[in-house]
């Protein structure tokens, strides 16, 4: 059978991942998309969120958009997202402890923002990890490192960057694509590379 003859016969069949299937939202297991708790006038999900346990929080202020995912890892996580921020693509951040993004900062596409290690680097906690989250109702978050992000008014965080736990980055400063930010960043500093080092402070005329 050539390819085409396979796709017409998937399609009809309902065996292809495209083709109609017997599927109907009751039946899908789709599960239904989650809501900030709260979020401010004119702000927008393009993307998604998620809450691995209920009691996760997501904030979104006003006039925000989030095109990337949201991710509360534990019953702590929480993130909170200000006014007039955007999220690009791609992006992902996750809480197991909180992510705190102050207003007019944008995170371009392709970053990622963790405030926890996911994993303990001792190998005899680590090796558990992968069935108790597969088979056994989750991850064991009580050995795993962790520690709150912050990102505050005016940054800018580059494409295809990775942010670290405990790491502040301050007010209008700018990391370049592809850093991994490892350090608290000052205010008004553009920092790159991995691990981002600083390579100037941002004059007052460019603030
Ligand atoms: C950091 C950035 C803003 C440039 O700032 P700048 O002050 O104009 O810096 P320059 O281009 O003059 O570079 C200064 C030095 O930093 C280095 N540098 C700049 N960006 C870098 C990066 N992302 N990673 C590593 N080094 C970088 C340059 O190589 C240069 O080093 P040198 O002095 O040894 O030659 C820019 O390089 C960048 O990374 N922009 C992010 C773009 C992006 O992610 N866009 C997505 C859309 S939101």
């Known amino acids: 059978m050539n390819w085409r003859l396979r796709k017409l016969f998937r399609r009809l069949s309902g065996s292809g991942k495209r083709g109609p299937s017997s599927e109907t939202p009751e039946n899908s297991g789709k599960k239904k998309r989650e809501k900030p708790d709260m979020m401010g006038d004119g ?3 393009r993307g998604r969120l998620k809450r691995v346990k209920p009691a996760g929080k997501i904030v979104v202020g006003s006039h925000s958009l989030i095109e990337g995912l949201l991710q509360t890892e534990t019953e702590k996580g929480k993130i909170q997202i200000g006014n007039n921020v955007y999220v690009g ?3 992902s951040i996750s809480s ?3 992510v705190e993004i ?3 900062v944008l995170i371009s596409y392709k970053v990622f923002i963790m405030d926890h290690d996911s994993h303990s680097v001792r ?3 680590r090796k558990n990890d992968l069935q108790n989250w597969w088979h056994h109702g989750g991850h064991d978050w009580s050995n795993i490192r962790s520690g709150p992000v912050v990102i505050e008014k005016g940054a800018w965080v580059g ?3 990775i942010v670290l736990k405990g790491v502040t ?3 209008g400063a700018v990391i370049g694509a592809g850093s991994v930010v490892t350090r608290s960043v000052p205010p008004w500093t553009i920092v790159a590379g991995n691990p981002a080092r600083k390579i100037r402070e941002l004059g007052e005329d460019e603030r």
Do not use: L
Request: net charge negative; hydrophobic share 25%.
């Open 96 to 98: 197991a402890d909180s």
């Open 159 to 161: 494409a295809g960057s």
């Open 102 to 104: 102050g207003d007019d």
């Open 43 to 45: 702000s927008e999900i």
């Open 123 to 125: 190998y005899s906690v």
């Open 169 to 171: 980055i301050g007010e």
């Open 89 to 91: 693509g791609g992006s």
